[in-house]
């Protein structure tokens, strides 16, 4: 899972651009957005995107846990391997 995990990191880096901040500045359990990482909903977009073509997993904006899956690296990576082990 920790491997996952920076993945994930390096995914939000890579395709947000966020090219002042480390995957290690990243802390797992801190929200992405708002006081957190402060991301905003057009990060969530880019971001669902880039991690659709890296893992391969779906986001549906208009399930409500959606967001919660957006939540921390925490949520994502738990997720991410939900989904990979459904498909798997």
């Not at 996952?4 to 929200?31: F, G, M, R, T, Y």
């Not at 057009?42 to 939540?71: M, P, W, Y």
């Amino acid at each position: 899972m920790d491997e996952l995990k920076q993945q994930i990191k390096e995914c939000i880096i890579s395709s947000l651009e966020l090219e002042d901040i480390k995957p290690e500045n990243i802390v797992d359990s801190e929200p992405l957005f708002g006081t957190g990482l402060g991301l905003d909903s057009i990060d969530a977009l880019e971001l669902g995107v880039a991690l659709k073509k890296k893992f391969g997993v779906k986001f549906n904006a208009e399930n409500s846990e959606t967001r919660q899956h957006f939540a921390s690296v925490d949520a994502l990576a738990t997720y991410i391997s939900a989904e990979q082990a459904k498909n798997s």
